[in-house]
């Protein structure tokens, strides 16, 4: 508690920005003026700040979730976007959804060589009438659309662990290497970046993305290369209306990261949103989510998975949870005041 309220004094001195690769182990809930956005995992800080820059100015909240999240898809430092980890026929497939304060959702699934796929997912909101494009149909909606096609190459990184893992070609998703990390931060201490791989990348495929604006308008987004190696064809929990992401402007919004079938098989997001509608605290809402995703799953078997929801009621009261220690979010409602928050955990 003390770190927290060190750091909140510090950043309300203009210090914020110095505390970019720091995670404060404190609580996990939190009311603040709006407008305000929140992230999923490190690369949350960067992120928030893409969408700072137009929450800041009076925009809408639908505008800064696809800017803020743009920053991340752009990012050679992230897994994020092209940048990512293929499936295992060495080609990177991307997913990606966002919702407006109106209830309207466009969604791409399986997208390749397109670089920003949450501008296309925005595309499908505002100028189709479908709310869901696949493969194919969505690349040549892209292209119609003026967006490029990029070269079909992986990153340095990325073809350097798709080698790696065709030496045994097993798929076992990686989800819990910042246990340790994790564990220093219930002992409240300070960690560096937790989420970095030895490369300096970030070890996570997704961002998800949460804002409220100056209007109390709300709006979200969500953007994954999806589970490193995963079957051709493959389409995990974040482009999925209702388990990646939902959002209802009367009472709140949520987005999930993880396990993406784990996610899908209890519609999360929109069970978040429910539950703060029949008067759930964001966290209070997003805990009850990972219990079911426990008791479905016995204890045993998930201390193996990791999941973890953010939530941002009408009022900007925010909150997350996890099954295990080590998944983080960063949360911003000032030009220094962007910090990055260790989620409370089940196990
Ligand atoms: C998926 N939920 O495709 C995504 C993966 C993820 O950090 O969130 N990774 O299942």
């Known amino acids: 508690m003390l770190q927290r309220r060190k750091f909140l ?11 970019a690769n720091k995670i404060f182990a404190s609580g996990n ?9 929140i992230s999923t995992w490190d690369a949350g800080i960067a992120a928030n700040k893409g969408a700072w820059e137009i929450l800041k100015t009076g925009g809408r909240a639908f505008d800064a979730v696809e800017k803020g999240v743009m920053v991340t898809e752009e990012s050679i430092n992230c897994c994020v976007g092209l940048g990512g980890n293929p499936d295992r026929e060495g080609i990177v497939t ?10 309207n959702a466009g969604s791409v699934l399986a997208l390749e060589r397109i670089k920003h796929p949450i501008s296309v997912a925005r595309r499908v909101l505002e100028k189709t009438p479908h709310v869901y494009l696949v493969g194919d149909g969505a690349q040549m909606f892209a292209l119609q659309q003026g967006f490029t096609l990029e070269p079909q190459k992986l990153s340095d990184e990325a073809a350097k662990e798709y080698k790696k893992w ?14 340790k990390q994790g564990n220093l931060q219930d002992k409240g201490q300070i960690v560096a970046a937790p989420n970095r791989l030895s490369n300096g990348a970030f070890n996570h495929d997704t961002i998800g993305m949460l804002a409220i604006d100056a209007n ?6 969500c953007t994954t290369s999806g589970m490193a190696f995963k079957m051709r064809g493959r389409v995990g929990d974040s482009p999925i209306i209702g388990a990646g992401l939902f959002v209802d402007n009367e009472v709140g919004a949520a987005v999930s990261t993880g396990l993406g079938e784990e996610v899908i098989k209890v519609c999360v997001t929109h069970l978040v949103v429910e539950l703060m509608r029949q008067g759930y605290s964001p966290e209070n809402a997003c805990k009850e989510a990972v219990r079911r995703i426990v008791k479905h799953n016995g204890e045993k078997k998930s201390k193996e998975i990791q999941v973890g929801f953010l939530a941002l009621n009408k009022k900007g009261e925010y ?29």
């Open 216 to 221: 109390g308008n709300l709006s979200g987004s």
């Open 29 to 37: 809930s939190g009311i603040a003026k709006k407008p305000l956005v």
């Open 166 to 179: 065709l030496d045994k070609s097993e798929y076992k998703p990686q989800i819990n290497i910042e246990q």
């Open 319 to 347: 909150g997350a949870y996890c099954i295990q220690s080590g998944f983080s979010f960063a949360v911003c409602n000032s030009d220094s005041h962007n910090e990055l928050i260790a989620s409370k955990h089940m196990i």
């Open 94 to 103: 991307l997913d990606a959804c966002i919702m407006d304060e109106y209830g």
């Open 9 to 19: 004094q510090m950043g309300s001195l203009g210090m914020g920005g110095l505390f």
